[in-house]
């Protein structure tokens, strides 16, 4: 979840920032209060000089403009120059930055926060997560729409919940902010559960696929159903903010083993190579 310390926000209109003057203490908070519209969420890595994925997660707002009407208050060499400026202001700190293009009147907002990573031991120990029934309307966008939407299913992430999972029919199509993950118990190396279709393409997910089959895992792609759940060997979520986050724990009930899995963990080991390795810079 984002602190709220230390927030600041701005409307992006071509090469310049201008502070909003809010009363909001986080990004959602904000969000609610902006014109309905597209987002994008991440961090910054190597002292706020580079971005993975970051071709991605702007890519969610420059969409071609016959298929969504927009055309952005700033370019998107605007709206890089402006990341990188911000960020490096925060420098050697790295930066959380919430991007927004509104539908409405086509501004783009820039919000931005220090990124603390989370504390170690959540990844040692792992942690749990609980369902809710409640999916998105359109998987495929990015939509702030759904953060006001799924604003009570939101409140529940507190004290030991660390997230919530979406489901539908009883099955688990991706996290609320996170997209999710079963680790099979036959085979081995084991194949890899997760949805493909009616869930939002995160960056972090493209880039797991990517490595689960380069340590030889099988991918099945399906929302696995709540009910198994006690089948699973392993089961973890990702996110741009998060990376791999173990999950033990799903509705009271343990998975696998209780603990985070070995193939969590190298997964997880082989990301971190991957940001370092794949990350792509603010400014070209």
């Known amino acids: 979840m984002w602190h709220n310390t230390n927030m ?10 201008i502070p909003l ?3 909001a203490t986080n990004p ?3 969000t609610r209060q902006l014109p309905r519209g597209l987002y994008s969420t991440f961090i910054t890595n190597y002292g706020g000089t580079r971005v993975l994925g970051l071709t991605k997660h702007l890519g969610r707002l420059y969409v071609p403009e016959e298929e969504r009407g927009l055309r952005p208050s700033a370019s998107l060499a605007d709206l890089r120059r402006a990341l990188a400026s911000l960020a490096s202001s925060s420098a050697p700190t ?4 919430r991007i927004l293009l509104t539908e409405s009147d086509r501004t783009m907002y820039v919000i931005v926060q220090p990124f603390t990573p989370l504390p170690t031991e959540i990844y040692e120990r792992g942690v749990k ?9 359109d998987p495929r966008l990015k939509d ?8 009570s299913a939101r409140a529940k992430v507190d004290g030991d919940i660390f997230e919530v999972l979406l489901t539908k029919n009883r099955k688990i199509y991706e996290g609320m902010t996170s997209n999710f993950y079963a680790v099979g118990r036959i085979g081995n190396p084991p194949s890899l559960i997760t949805a493909r279709n009616g869930i939002l393409l995160g960056v972090t997910r ?5 490595l689960a089959r380069g340590q030889g895992m099988s991918i099945e792609y399906r929302p696995p159903r709540v009910a198994s759940r006690e089948n699973f060997a392993e089961a973890f979520l990702t996110s741009s903010s998060r990376d791999v986050v173990p999950i033990v724990q799903i509705d009271g009930k343990p998975v696998g083993e209780g603990r985070p899995g070995a193939w969590t963990k190298r997964l997880s080991l082989a990301y971190r190579v991957y940001v ?3 990350s792509e810079a603010l400014v070209e």
Do not use: M, N, P
């Open 276 to 278: 370092e390795e794949r």
């Open 144 to 151: 702030t729409g759904f953060i006001t939407e799924s604003q």
């Open 21 to 23: 003057d809010t009363s």
């Open 206 to 210: 493209r880039a797991i696929l990517r």
């Open 8 to 17: 600041l926000a701005y409307r992006l209109l071509q090469q310049k920032l």
């Open 94 to 97: 790295e930066s959380r930055f």
């Open 28 to 30: 959602d908070e904000l």
């Open 129 to 137: 997560v609980i369902t809710a029934e409640l999916t998105r309307h």
